[in-house]
């Protein structure tokens, strides 16, 4: 079992910075391969980023890539992802989530653990 808890969310204005961060409970974290979604209004979530156990292995949304970074810390049971350069549409809820495998993927449906999301507001 994983618990995951979401931070670092707000408004910021239109080519701003946030860190977001997931704190993670359980003895699975770090063997578990760690992705960020995100969801708009009336819209699907969809993938962001990924990274494996090992945070050796990473892996973007075309969308975000180049703007946004994301890291693991396993000595603290945390991932993070660092937003640069935002834009309005990358407004949503942003949601931290767990695999069972150390790998990386790209689809809602390969992770298993979700955390209650934090909303990211963009401004123009």
């Known amino acids: 079992q994983v618990q995951l808890v979401e931070s670092g969310g707000g408004l910021v204005q239109a080519g701003g910075s946030l860190r977001l961060s997931c704190a993670a409970s359980?003895?699975?974290?770090?063997?578990?391969?760690m992705g960020w979604f995100r969801q708009a209004p009336g819209k699907e979530r969809e993938f962001v980023a990924a990274?494996?156990?090992?945070?050796?292995?990473?892996y973007y949304a075309d969308s975000v890539k180049g703007r946004f970074t994301i890291s693991r810390d396993n000595a603290k049971n945390t991932v993070y992802l660092q937003m640069n350069s935002l834009k309005p549409e990358d407004t949503a809820v942003y949601y931290c989530?767990?695999?069972?495998?150390?790998?990386?993927?790209?689809?809602?449906?390969?992770?298993?653990?979700w955390g209650q999301g934090t909303q990211v507001t963009v401004s123009s």
């Open positions: 990274i494996g156990w090992r945070g050796g292995t990473t």
């Open positions: 359980g003895r699975t974290f770090s063997s578990s391969g």
């Open positions: 989530a767990a695999s069972n495998s150390g790998l990386v993927y790209f689809t809602v449906g390969s992770y298993t653990y």
